[in-house]
């Protein structure tokens, strides 16, 4: 084993905290032991605070619609073959009665940048599912947003939000985005939902087009100075009508080594093993558990619209990640040492 990079992930282990470059060394070492001591850390790390639960949050994709054309996304809005949709907000709120029959009790709403959602619809949405369902939490992922609009939808009730930062290197983020999207706006974005009371989960591609380990270091050390309540990561995975298509996959082993690593950063964040993760890898949901991950999002949108949100090439839009088969995945994951949480269960987190 690399001496340096182990000496690097017990100080990381102890301090939750490491400088620039050396994130950049640890990047570039996460060999296989690199990784089995990541994760045994991780584990070590996170079940004082979760034990081996698995938080379980009800995914609604609504609208397939997106004003954006960002150049790794297969709903960008140049893409004619992507077949495009939008949920009434009954169908929405059908969704979330449905979860709710099957126990969830945290739901995630998700869309492209669809401004047809705009914000006196959706606050008229997130107000009827909290007087439907007063015991839930709302988690909103809906792109980038004025701060008046994230005030509004956090007056009308939302409690979390997701925005992925993508890259924490301006340069880079240029290089997967069109000139009209900016890497400070996205920045902006966060600190604004941090600022109006929202619980913030931010998050990365791991093996994105041109990235370099000096790019990932960047991510874990915002990371690390942001301190997100949530990260979501999952490898890039490619699409056919992209300008990425053929652009090769991020790696199952990275992405792992850098879930233990934000799990060293910050023990109590909320850590997806995501959709992406168990496309490249059958068992890698599981694997993400082992390496520190403690949530899972399975899909309660209605079945015949999930093959259409579909982001890259073959993303799982039936099967263990669909709410139909929680107990399938309650099961896998139960055979594995994890026990799934379908209730709110999570106080520490609004």
Request: net charge negative; proline share 5%; glycine share 8%.
């Amino acid at each position: 084993m690399d001496i340096r990079a182990a000496d690097l992930v017990d100080k990381l282990a102890g301090e939750h905290a490491l400088a620039l470059d050396d994130y950049e060394y640890l990047v570039e070492h996460l060999d296989e032991e690199v990784r089995d001591l990541l994760a045994e850390h991780a584990r070590a790390a996170r079940e004082p605070i979760y034990g081996h639960d698995v938080f379980v949050r009800g995914l609604i994709e609504f609208s397939s619609f997106c004003k954006n054309d960002c150049y790794y996304c297969g709903l960008r809005a140049s893409n004619a073959s992507c077949e495009r949709y939008r949920l009434t907000a009954g169908q929405i709120l059908a969704c979330a009665d449905r979860g709710y029959e099957l126990g969830f009790r945290t739901f995630v709403l998700q869309s492209g940048e669809d401004p047809r959602f705009t914000d006196e619809r959706l606050c008229a949405i997130v107000r009827a599912l909290k007087e439907a369902h007063p015991d839930c939490a709302v988690t909103l992922s809906v792109g980038e947003r004025t701060r008046e609009s994230y005030a509004r939808l956090r007056e009308a009730g939302a409690d979390r939000y997701l925005l992925r930062h993508e890259t924490a290197t301006p340069e880079h983020y240029a290089r997967l985005h069109p000139a009209g999207m900016s890497w400070e706006h996205r920045m902006q974005c966060l600190r604004d939902l941090r600022e109006l009371g929202y619980a913030v989960g931010a998050g990365f591609m791991v093996g994105s087009p041109f990235q370099t380990s000096a790019d990932l270091a960047c991510d874990l050390l915002f990371i690390q100075e942001f301190q997100p309540e949530m990260c979501g990561i999952g490898p890039f995975v490619p699409h056919h009508a992209t300008p990425f298509a053929n652009e090769p996959a991020g790696t199952l082993e990275q992405t792992l080594g850098l879930l233990s690593i934000i799990r060293l950063i910050k023990p109590n964040i909320l850590l997806p093993a995501t959709t992406a993760l168990g496309t490249i890898a059958d068992n890698g949901r599981e694997l993400g558990m082992e390496a520190g991950a403690n949530v899972v999002m399975p899909n309660l949108s209605p079945g015949d619209v999930r093959a259409k949100y579909l982001l890259y090439d073959n993303k799982i839009c039936t099967g263990d990640e669909a709410a139909e088969s929680l107990l399938s995945l309650k099961e896998r994951l139960a055979r594995a040492g994890y026990a799934v949480v379908t209730s709110r269960g999570d106080p520490r987190i609004a």
